[in-house]
């Protein structure tokens, strides 16, 4: 990746955070730290790899996103809006009533949302669902998959595994979002996941580790050439990153943030951002 792409990631990166804390801030609470966690993600797959039309957001022959830890609705919200699915300032209505952003991803509320999701697990089954649709369409269309660490404590992510190895399905991206925390503690705690990259690899799968909240990083896996297995890429990644004071929290899971909080957090940002100029 060159440095003017990489430096126009990181930008794209900040912009997410920042439109994530504007939708916390409005709302005065919910799930900040794994939606912080995938924000560099997001930023390269809206900024570089993903192909999309904002004003066909059903176009059948798009790429599809499966946040199936639909709790991180709010980072995905902040790239869609950005991207210009809708206005951004609806970014200030998640989670309110009448909303077209709800506190999970809704594929029947939201632009841009390819799948509802929030059962965790569940959302794997349906992206390799449409993976599979696909393929026997003959779309070069591909999918690609956000699953949470603690979600993979659920056995149906781990027969979506098994269903998309057995069926070869080069056109779906595994990210899984390792970033060490669920809802009730550390994952290591609660029940230990060992090596992502090593089960995955025994799943059929060419599985490989990386830094999660480097753009670059991201990018060099996301655009490596297509073998005949299908992708998973774990993302090691820092629960609540970008806002030391939500990364330092342990039940950063969700959180409840007073205004003038978020507003220092957003003043930060934004300096970076500035900085970035």
């Given amino acids: 990746m060159d440095a003017s792409l990489n430096k126009a990631l990181q930008k794209l990166a900040l912009e997410i955070r920042i439109g994530i804390v504007e939708q916390i801030r409005a709302r005065g609470f919910g799930h900040i730290g ?17 192909r999309y039309d904002p004003q066909n957001p059903r176009w059948p022959e798009r790429d599809k996103l499966v946040c199936s830890k639909g709790h991180a609705g709010p980072a995905v919200y902040a790239a869609l809006a950005i991207s210009g699915f ?13 909303t077209h952003l709800p506190s999970h991803c809704d594929k029947n509320k939201t632009p841009g949302v390819d799948m509802t999701t929030g059962s965790l697990g569940q959302g ?3 992206a390799v669902g449409i993976a599979l649709g696909d393929k026997l369409k003959g779309r070069d269309s591909k999918t690609y998959l956000f699953v949470g660490d603690g979600e993979s404590d659920e056995g149906q992510v781990w027969e979506a595994a098994m269903f998309t190895a057995a069926k070869r ?5 595994w990210l899984v979002d390792d970033n060490k ?18 089960k995955f ?14 753009v670059g990083q991201v990018y060099a896996a996301l655009t490596a050439p297509v073998g005949d297995k299908p992708r998973a890429i774990i993302l090691d990644t820092v629960k609540g990153k970008g806002i030391p004071e939500v990364e330092n929290t342990l039940g950063n899971h969700s959180m409840t943030v007073a205004p003038e909080v978020c507003d220092k957090w957003l003043a930060a940002l934004n300096a970076q951002l500035a900085g970035m100029e």
């Fill in 169 to 173: 399905l080069t056109n779906i991206v």
């Fill in 86 to 98: 809708f206005p951004y300032e609806e970014l200030k209505t998640l989670n309110q009533p009448g």
């Fill in 201 to 214: 690899a025994a799943f059929g799968f060419d599985a490989q580790r990386v830094d999660g909240n480097d």
């Fill in 34 to 50: 794994g939606s912080l966690s995938i924000a560099d993600a997001l930023a390269v797959l809206y900024g570089k790899v993903m």
């Fill in 124 to 126: 794997t089954s349906l």
């Fill in 181 to 198: 925390k669920q809802l009730d503690g550390y994952t290591q705690d609660v029940l230990p996941l060992f090596d992502l990259a090593a």
